[in-house]
Structures are given as structure tokens and as C-alpha cells.
């Protein structure tokens, strides 16, 4: 049961970060994707226990304004954002 | 982190570019009017066609996706307006050997203004959160400051000029300083990122564009302007330093590798 949550909260992490970054254009998410794989060797989905990596990806390519794609991502993490792993995740992306 | 100091200057290509430009137009200044006129407008055109070529590419890059796809085509939209203002004077000087300015070629070249402050403000509309009112002030008064020059020189001039040249050739460096402050606010927002390269030429693009703008007025005002002169050098390097920052930004965001497609998708990585 737990496990599946994990893979739910996981899931829904990826997505969300897909959808922030979609939002700003298909490729901007392609240059975070390509990054996290060849730097990190790591795939969007992974980003859920490794948040560092999507920290620096997103840092590397936007400088300081890293910081709206975390509340782009916050936002479209929406009530979720209160569970505790969720909280961690966010809070590791912003750092 | 590589910061865009170093990265300016790695940029021999760029360098090179500027120089074969500057030299030749100079060099060419040496030969007659005649001679200047008719390289400087040759190089106006090849220079503003390949910026339509390169903001087509990003602009098919990026297919309208998302905010900065939106952006890309407003680029466009200034790419155009600008070659087409290119063409203009051209033909107005070599087919009907008339004055370009005031002409229609200044509608065009003034709408590229709202096209690209819509570019910047499209392009910076995902990290408007981050732009603060102490932000858009201090912006505001390094572009009011920079304007200043332009505007008194304007207003206390003995010119033959007609007021309708007059006005029209203070409205340049007016839409210069608008389009400075996205463009400050920019380099600002990516402050450190990759994608800040196109910000730092980009500003330094329209920097070249304000001091060749109010040199245009100065000159015209005093009667000594001619297509070829060394400010032209200024409107051509403009040109330039867009372009090449559109080239870096079809490299961040060029088309990636098919290979890692799949296993971003998340069934895929419960499978393994």
C-alpha cells in the first residue's frame, strides 16, 4: 500500500513538473529532460528521490528564475503539496 | 559555472563579425559616398535576412508552444518588420535616388518596437512573480537616464528639418529606452542561467541600437548624415549581436536525442 503511494506521489511529481515546464514551451522541458539525463544520468520521474538534480538542471538553464518554475510546480502539485514527502520534494527544488 | 563574461569572449565568431563589418565599412568610406552607400545598404540586407532566417528556425524550434513559442513569433514579427525597412531605404536610395528618411520605411522599422517589447514581456511572463516594483523603477531610470541626451538635443536644435523628421527621429531613441527596460529586467531574471546569454546580447543589441539612434538624430539634425556613416556600423552590430544570440538559444534548446523519449514517460520506469 505504501509502495503505491510512493509510485502515486512519484507520478504526480513528474507530471507536474512536465506541466510547469510545458508551459513555458515543449522545449524548455526538452533541454531539462536532455540535461537531467546526460549530466545525472537520470530520467523526469527519478527527480522525485533525487530533487537536487532537477534543482541544478533548473538553475543551470534559468539562472535565478529557477525559482517561479518551483512555484509553477507548487502550483500545479496543488492540494498535495501538504503531504509530507510531497513538502520535502518541494523543499529540496527550491533550495 | 561559466558566467557570461567568459562567455562573450569566447565568442570568437562574434567578435570576428563585428570587426569584418566595422573594417569594412570604413575601409569602404576611404573609396567615396557612392561606394560607402552602396556597401553599407548590401550588408543592411544579407544581416537582416539572416536574422529572419534564424528567428524562423527558433520559431519552428519552439511551435508556438508555451509562453516563450508565443514569444518566438513575436520575434518574428520584428525580424520581418525590420528586413522589410531594409529593403525599403534600399530601394529609396538605389531606384528612386531619394532620401530614405523620413519614409515608409519607418513605419517598419518602428513597428519592430511593439513587436519586441511583446517579445519581452511574453518571453518573461512564466517569471513575472520575480519581477518587483523596485525592479521596474531602477529599470526605468537607467532608460529615462539614457534617453535624456537624445531628448535635449531634440528640443534645442537649430535644424532645417521638417518637425514632422524631427519628431519621428525622436521617437527612436524614445522606443529604444521602452524596449531597455524588458531587456534590463531580463538579464536580471536569469541572472547566472543559460539562457541569460541571449538577455546580456540582446541588451547589448539595443545599447548599440539607442547610441546609434541618437548619433542618427545628431547627424541628421546637423545635416552630415549619410547612409555609410560610421554610425551605421552601430544599426548593423544591433543586428549582429540579435542574431548571435538567437544562434545560442537554438543551441541551449536544439532537438534532443530520441533515446531518452520513453523513459521520461513514468509507466515506462515502473516497468523496470
Same mark, same amino acid.
Given at each position: 500500500?505504501?509502495?503505491?503511494?510512493?509510485?502515486?506521489?512519484?507520478?504526480?511529481?513528474?507530471?507536474?513538473?512536465? $506541466?510547469? /515546464?510545458? *508551459? =513555458?514551451?515543449?522545449?524548455? &522541458?526538452?533541454?531539462? +529532460?536532455?540535461?537531467?539525463? @546526460? #549530466?545525472?544520468?537520470?530520467?523526469?520521474?527519478?527527480?522525485?528521490?533525487?530533487?537536487?538534480?532537477?534543482? $541544478?538542471? /533548473?538553475? *543551470? =538553464?534559468?539562472?535565478?528564475? &529557477?525559482?517561479?518554475? +518551483?512555484?509553477?510546480?507548487? @502550483? #500545479?502539485?496543488?492540494?498535495?503539496?501538504?503531504?509530507?514527502?510531497?513538502?520535502?520534494?518541494?523543499?529540496?527544488?527550491?533550495? | 559555472?561559466?558566467?557570461?563574461?567568459?562567455?562573450?569572449?569566447?565568442?570568437?565568431?562574434?567578435?570576428?563579425?563585428?570587426?569584418?563589418?566595422?573594417?569594412?565599412?570604413?575601409?569602404?568610406?576611404?573609396?567615396?559616398?557612392?561606394?560607402?552607400?552602396?556597401?553599407?545598404?548590401?550588408?543592411?540586407?544579407?544581416?537582416?535576412?539572416?536574422?529572419?532566417?534564424?528567428?524562423?528556425?527558433?520559431?519552428?524550434?519552439?511551435?508556438?508552444?508555451?509562453?516563450?513559442?508565443?514569444?518566438?513569433?513575436?520575434?518574428?514579427?520584428?525580424?520581418?518588420?525590420?528586413?522589410?525597412?531594409?529593403?525599403?531605404?534600399?530601394?529609396?536610395?538605389?531606384?528612386?535616388?531619394?532620401?530614405?528618411?523620413?519614409?515608409?520605411?519607418?513605419?517598419?522599422?518602428?513597428?519592430?518596437?511593439?513587436?519586441?517589447?511583446?517579445?519581452?514581456?511574453?518571453?518573461?511572463?512564466?517569471?513575472?512573480?520575480?519581477?518587483?516594483?523596485?525592479?521596474?523603477?531602477?529599470?526605468?531610470?537607467?532608460?529615462?537616464?539614457?534617453?535624456?541626451?537624445?531628448?535635449?538635443?531634440?528640443?534645442?536644435?537649430?535644424?532645417?528639418?521638417?518637425?514632422?523628421?524631427?519628431?519621428?527621429?525622436?521617437?527612436?531613441?524614445?522606443?529604444?529606452?521602452?524596449?531597455?527596460?524588458?531587456?534590463?529586467?531580463?538579464?536580471?531574471?536569469?541572472?547566472?542561467?543559460?539562457?541569460?546569454?541571449?538577455?546580456?546580447?540582446?541588451?547589448?543589441?539595443?545599447?548599440?541600437?539607442?547610441?546609434?539612434?541618437?548619433?542618427?538624430?545628431?547627424?541628421?539634425?546637423?545635416?552630415?548624415?549619410?547612409?555609410?556613416?560610421?554610425?551605421?556600423?552601430?544599426?548593423?552590430?544591433?543586428?549582429?549581436?540579435?542574431?548571435?544570440?538567437?544562434?545560442?538559444?537554438?543551441?541551449?534548446?536544439?532537438?534532443?536525442?530520441?533515446?531518452?523519449?520513453?523513459?521520461?514517460?513514468?509507466?515506462?520506469?515502473?516497468?523496470?
Amino acid at each position: 500500500m505504501n509502495l503505491d503511494k510512493e509510485q502515486l506521489r512519484k507520478a504526480l511529481v513528474s507530471l507536474s513538473v512536465e $506541466r510547469a /515546464l510545458l *508551459k =513555458i514551451g515543449k522545449p524548455g &522541458y526538452e533541454k531539462v +529532460v536532455k540535461q537531467l539525463s @546526460k #549530466e545525472y544520468n537520470c530520467y523526469l520521474p527519478d527527480c522525485y528521490e533525487h530533487p537536487e538534480y532537477l534543482n $541544478r538542471v /533548473l538553475k *543551470k =538553464i534559468f539562472g535565478d528564475s &529557477y525559482i517561479s518554475i +518551483v512555484e509553477a510546480i507548487k @502550483k #500545479e502539485l496543488d492540494v498535495q503539496i501538504m503531504e509530507k514527502p510531497i513538502e520535502i520534494f518541494i523543499r529540496a527544488i527550491s533550495e | 559555472m561559466q558566467n557570461n563574461l567568459e562567455k562573450l569572449q569566447e565568442q570568437k565568431s562574434l567578435f570576428l563579425c563585428l570587426m569584418i563589418v566595422g573594417l569594412g565599412i570604413l575601409v569602404a568610406t576611404f573609396f567615396g559616398r557612392e561606394v560607402v552607400k552602396m556597401v553599407t545598404d548590401f550588408t543592411y540586407i544579407p544581416v537582416a535576412g539572416i536574422l529572419v532566417v534564424l528567428s524562423i528556425i527558433i520559431s519552428i524550434r519552439f511551435r508556438s508552444t508555451g509562453n516563450h513559442g508565443k514569444a518566438w513569433l513575436l520575434f518574428l514579427g520584428i525580424a520581418i518588420s525590420w528586413f522589410i525597412a531594409e529593403t525599403i531605404w534600399m530601394i529609396y536610395e538605389f531606384v528612386y535616388h531619394q532620401n530614405p528618411f523620413p519614409s515608409s520605411a519607418d513605419a517598419f522599422y518602428l513597428l519592430g518596437y511593439p513587436f519586441l517589447f511583446l517579445f519581452s514581456t511574453q518571453y518573461l511572463k512564466p517569471f513575472k512573480k520575480l519581477i518587483s516594483k523596485k525592479m521596474i523603477i531602477l529599470t526605468s531610470i537607467i532608460a529615462i537616464s539614457v534617453l535624456i541626451p537624445n531628448l535635449y538635443m531634440t528640443l534645442y536644435n537649430n535644424s532645417s528639418e521638417s518637425k514632422f523628421a524631427i519628431t519621428l527621429g525622436a521617437i527612436y531613441p524614445v522606443a529604444d529606452a521602452i524596449v531597455l527596460i524588458p531587456a534590463m529586467i531580463g538579464i536580471v531574471l536569469f541572472f547566472r542561467g543559460e539562457v541569460n546569454f541571449l538577455w546580456t546580447l540582446l541588451l547589448i543589441g539595443i545599447l548599440f541600437e539607442v547610441i546609434a539612434d541618437t548619433g542618427f538624430q545628431f547627424f541628421t539634425l546637423d545635416n552630415s548624415y549619410y547612409t555609410g556613416h560610421p554610425i551605421d556600423i552601430l544599426f548593423i552590430w544591433s543586428y549582429i549581436m540579435f542574431s548571435f544570440g538567437i544562434y545560442n538559444h537554438i543551441q541551449i534548446f536544439k532537438k534532443k536525442t530520441k533515446i531518452s523519449d520513453s523513459k521520461n514517460l513514468f509507466d515506462n520506469k515502473l516497468e523496470n
